[in-house]
């Protein structure tokens, strides 16, 4: 498996734990209260790139107001990067 579709999966995987705050009522935004710093910081080391800095700070927003949390930053983070690298890599190739 390509290592851009390893980061697929770790990028589903990783939604799915902001869901999961979800399943635990009442603990939800307390959560939350940990899980944004903490995700907003895996988003800027699993990709490393431009677009990570910006997803970041949507993803700290995203998972800190309530009844946002199943918006998928980090898959949504992984199209743009490789989106991105594409269009980088045809722009050095010309």
Known sequence: MKFKY??????ILLDAVG??????P?????IDFVWAPLSAYLIT????????????????IEEALPFTDIF???TVTWILSVWLD???TSITQK
């Open 86 to 88: 594409k269009e980088e």
């Open 26 to 30: 009442g603990l939800t935004e307390s």
């Open 45 to 60: 080391k699993v990709f490393q790139n431009k677009v990570s800095k910006y997803t970041a700070i949507v993803g700290f």
């Open 6 to 11: 390893k980061k697929l999966v770790l990028s």
């Open 72 to 74: 998928p930053t980090f």
């Open 19 to 24: 869901v999961l705050s979800y399943l635990i």
